[in-house]
Protein backbone atom coordinates (compact mmCIF):
# COMPACT_ATOMS: atom_id res chain seq x y z
CA UNK A 1 0.00 0.00 0.00
CA UNK A 2 1.68 3.21 -1.36
CA UNK A 3 -0.81 5.89 0.21
CA UNK A 4 -3.53 6.36 2.45
CA UNK A 5 -6.64 8.45 1.73
CA UNK A 6 -6.87 11.88 3.38
CA UNK A 7 -10.04 13.10 4.32
CA UNK A 8 -9.12 16.36 5.44
CA UNK A 9 -9.21 19.69 3.71
CA UNK A 10 -6.20 20.91 1.59
CA UNK A 11 -4.13 23.61 3.05
CA UNK A 12 -2.87 25.20 -0.32
CA UNK A 13 -0.28 27.04 1.86
CA UNK A 14 0.49 23.73 3.72
CA UNK A 15 3.28 22.11 1.94
CA UNK A 16 2.96 18.70 0.94
CA UNK A 17 4.10 15.38 2.81
CA UNK A 18 4.99 12.65 0.42
CA UNK A 19 5.25 9.12 1.31
CA UNK A 20 7.95 7.27 0.61
CA UNK A 21 8.29 4.11 2.53
CA UNK A 22 5.82 1.18 1.18
CA UNK A 23 4.47 -0.53 4.63
CA UNK A 24 0.92 0.45 5.62
CA UNK A 25 0.40 2.34 8.70
CA UNK A 26 -1.78 0.83 11.25
CA UNK A 27 -3.38 1.65 14.15
CA UNK A 28 -3.73 -0.64 17.53
CA UNK A 29 -6.18 0.04 20.26
CA UNK A 30 -4.31 -0.75 23.71
CA UNK A 31 -5.40 -0.13 27.11
CA UNK A 32 -3.44 2.40 29.29
CA UNK A 33 -1.97 -0.42 31.10
CA UNK A 34 -1.08 -2.26 28.20
CA UNK A 35 0.15 1.77 26.52
CA UNK A 36 2.70 2.01 29.58
CA UNK A 37 3.47 -1.90 29.64
CA UNK A 38 4.65 -1.52 25.88
CA UNK A 39 6.27 2.34 26.42
CA UNK A 40 8.57 0.34 29.33
CA UNK A 41 9.31 -1.95 27.08
CA UNK A 42 10.35 0.58 24.91
CA UNK A 43 12.23 2.43 26.97
CA UNK A 44 14.64 -0.35 28.29
CA UNK A 45 15.14 -1.19 24.55
CA UNK A 46 16.12 2.21 23.12
CA UNK A 47 12.91 2.74 20.36
CA UNK A 48 10.16 4.75 19.73
CA UNK A 49 6.61 3.40 20.68
CA UNK A 50 5.61 2.76 17.11
CA UNK A 51 8.80 0.42 16.89
CA UNK A 52 8.24 -1.72 20.28
CA UNK A 53 4.81 -2.63 19.25
CA UNK A 54 6.13 -3.99 15.43
CA UNK A 55 9.21 -6.25 17.34
CA UNK A 56 6.71 -7.23 20.00
CA UNK A 57 3.99 -8.53 17.30
CA UNK A 58 6.86 -10.13 15.64
CA UNK A 59 8.79 -11.78 18.49
CA UNK A 60 4.90 -12.92 19.25
CA UNK A 61 4.40 -14.23 15.74
CA UNK A 62 7.79 -16.08 15.59
CA UNK A 63 6.98 -17.94 19.26
CA UNK A 64 3.16 -18.49 18.56
CA UNK A 65 2.64 -22.18 15.91
CA UNK A 66 1.00 -21.02 13.13
CA UNK A 67 -2.48 -23.18 12.33
CA UNK A 68 -1.53 -23.76 8.92
CA UNK A 69 1.16 -26.14 9.31
CA UNK A 70 0.58 -29.55 9.22
CA UNK A 71 2.50 -30.92 10.81
CA UNK A 72 4.02 -29.99 14.98
CA UNK A 73 7.13 -31.80 15.27
CA UNK A 74 6.18 -33.27 18.61
CA UNK A 75 3.48 -34.61 17.28
CA UNK A 76 4.71 -36.58 14.40
CA UNK A 77 7.62 -37.90 16.72
CA UNK A 78 5.44 -38.93 19.64
CA UNK A 79 5.36 -42.84 18.31
CA UNK A 80 9.01 -42.63 18.39
CA UNK A 81 9.34 -40.70 21.86
CA UNK A 82 6.17 -43.17 23.26
CA UNK A 83 8.81 -46.09 22.15
CA UNK A 84 11.85 -44.82 24.15
CA UNK A 85 9.85 -44.13 27.64
CA UNK A 86 8.43 -47.79 27.17
CA UNK A 87 12.11 -49.17 26.90
CA UNK A 88 13.58 -47.21 29.40
CA UNK A 89 10.39 -47.75 31.97
CA UNK A 90 11.18 -51.18 30.96
CA UNK A 91 14.89 -51.30 31.85
CA UNK A 92 14.34 -49.40 35.36
CA UNK A 93 11.54 -52.11 36.37
CA UNK A 94 11.83 -54.99 38.51
CA UNK A 95 12.74 -57.99 35.73
CA UNK A 96 11.03 -60.38 38.37
CA UNK A 97 7.52 -58.81 38.04
CA UNK A 98 4.70 -60.74 36.02
CA UNK A 99 4.77 -59.53 32.49
CA UNK A 100 0.85 -58.20 33.39
CA UNK A 101 2.17 -56.62 36.38
CA UNK A 102 5.17 -54.50 34.05
CA UNK A 103 2.85 -53.65 31.32
CA UNK A 104 0.20 -52.18 33.65
CA UNK A 105 2.94 -50.03 35.53
CA UNK A 106 4.22 -49.04 31.92
CA UNK A 107 0.88 -48.18 30.82
CA UNK A 108 0.02 -46.23 34.23
CA UNK A 109 3.36 -44.48 33.71
CA UNK A 110 3.01 -43.97 29.76
CA UNK A 111 -0.11 -42.43 29.77
CA UNK A 112 -1.07 -41.49 33.41
CA UNK A 113 -3.62 -42.08 36.01
CA UNK A 114 -7.08 -43.02 34.75
CA UNK A 115 -8.54 -40.33 37.22
CA UNK A 116 -6.46 -38.14 35.19
CA UNK A 117 -7.35 -38.81 31.46
CA UNK A 118 -9.56 -36.27 30.87
CA UNK A 119 -6.97 -33.12 31.57
CA UNK A 120 -5.10 -34.79 28.76
CA UNK A 121 -4.77 -33.14 25.57
CA UNK A 122 -3.20 -35.60 23.69
CA UNK A 123 -5.58 -37.82 23.83
CA UNK A 124 -8.77 -38.08 22.14
CA UNK A 125 -12.18 -36.59 24.36
CA UNK A 126 -15.05 -39.06 24.81
CA UNK A 127 -18.38 -38.01 24.31
CA UNK A 128 -20.62 -37.98 27.58
Do not use: C, Y
Not at 109 to 125: C, M, V, W
Amino acid sequence: MTGVADSRKKDPDRPVRRRTGLDAVSAVKMSEDLTATVDAWAEAHQMARSDAIRKLVELGLAAAPLPHRARNPVATHSAEIEDRAVRQIGELLDPELPSDERERRIRRLTEGPPEFSHERIDLPKHKA
